[in-house]
């Protein structure tokens, strides 16, 4: 597959290895331009492009940016992409400041498909990134960490699904977008290296009347790390 990757983060980074390392032709992105990643590019084998380039990608564009970055990027191009876009990121108030539809009842990924104009699917928010980076294992062994996706679109989900299994972590299906509040931050789900049937446990035990309280308890102990 061809696919964009907006975001040289830890997340970002991370899966760009992962996926070049599988044979996909990546291409990976900032705001600073190209020239700013040239040791990302080297280290994962990706090729470092304009983001105007990797949200041209024609298969899957994966962004893995602060919400508050969001609004800054090519809309024009992603609105009328064609590909899979699966945002991996996480609202926290204290970096991205207040966001009223998000605090008036939408997930933080219904937030990113209105603002860029076109569906997503929420994946890979729900792990941090050591665990990402080091503790992808084959399919089948005992106690391997599970992910969830969620989306609207189930042939795109199932993309979504089968991607993360060929890095090496089970996936589940995570119910609909307005549904990923269960594994957004703060939620029982929410980076807990958990095994498939833990995560299932996991995304149950969510309590939507709790979001708001999950959301500032994480926010504030995501504060001294953003």
Same mark, same amino acid.
């Given at each position: 597959?061809e696919i ?24 990976i992105?900032?705001s600073r331009?190209?020239?700013?990643l040239g040791?990302?590019?080297?280290k994962t ?8 380039a ?14 508050k ?13 064609k ?8 609202y926290?108030?204290?970096r991205d400041?207040?966001?009223a539809d ?10 990113v ?6 569906p997503v699917i ?7 990134a050591?665990?990402l ?12 960490i599970?992910?969830?996706?969620a989306?609207?679109?189930q042939?795109?989900?199932?993309t ?11 996936a589940?299906?995570?119910g609909?977008l307005?549904?990923?509040w %269960?594994?957004?931050?703060g939620a029982?789900?929410y980076?807990? !290296?958990?095994d498939?049937?833990?995560l ?6 969510a ?11 994480? !926010?504030?102990?995501a %504060?001294p790390?953003?």
């Amino acid at each position: 597959m061809e696919i964009g990757i907006i975001g040289p983060g830890n997340i970002g980074s991370t899966l760009a290895g992962y996926l070049t390392a599988l044979g996909h032709q990546v291409m990976i992105a900032n705001s600073r331009g190209p020239k700013s990643l040239g040791e990302i590019a080297a280290k994962t084998g990706a090729t470092a492009v304009t983001t105007e380039a990797a949200a041209g990608a024609e298969d899957l564009i994966i962004i893995a940016i602060p919400n508050k970055a969001i609004v800054n990027l090519p809309k024009e191009l992603l609105s009328a992409s064609k590909a899979t876009i699966v945002d991996a990121g996480n609202y926290y108030p204290s970096r991205d400041g207040q966001i009223a539809d998000i605090q008036g009842g939408l997930t933080d990924s219904e937030w990113v498909a209105k603002v860029i104009g076109h569906p997503v699917i929420k994946a890979f928010n729900n792990i941090v990134a050591p665990s990402l980076a080091s503790k992808a294992i084959p399919a089948g062994s005992p106690n391997r960490i599970a992910l969830s996706v969620a989306g609207d679109d189930q042939q795109q989900k199932q993309t979504v699904i089968d991607l993360v299994d060929e890095i090496g972590f089970d996936a589940i299906d995570g119910g609909t977008l307005s549904e990923s509040w %269960r594994q957004q931050p703060g939620a029982p789900a929410y980076c807990q !290296d958990l095994d498939r049937e833990s995560l299932k446990s996991a995304l149950q035990r969510a309590d939507i009347t709790q979001r708001d309280d999950n959301r500032a308890k994480a !926010d504030e102990m995501a %504060r001294p790390y953003l």
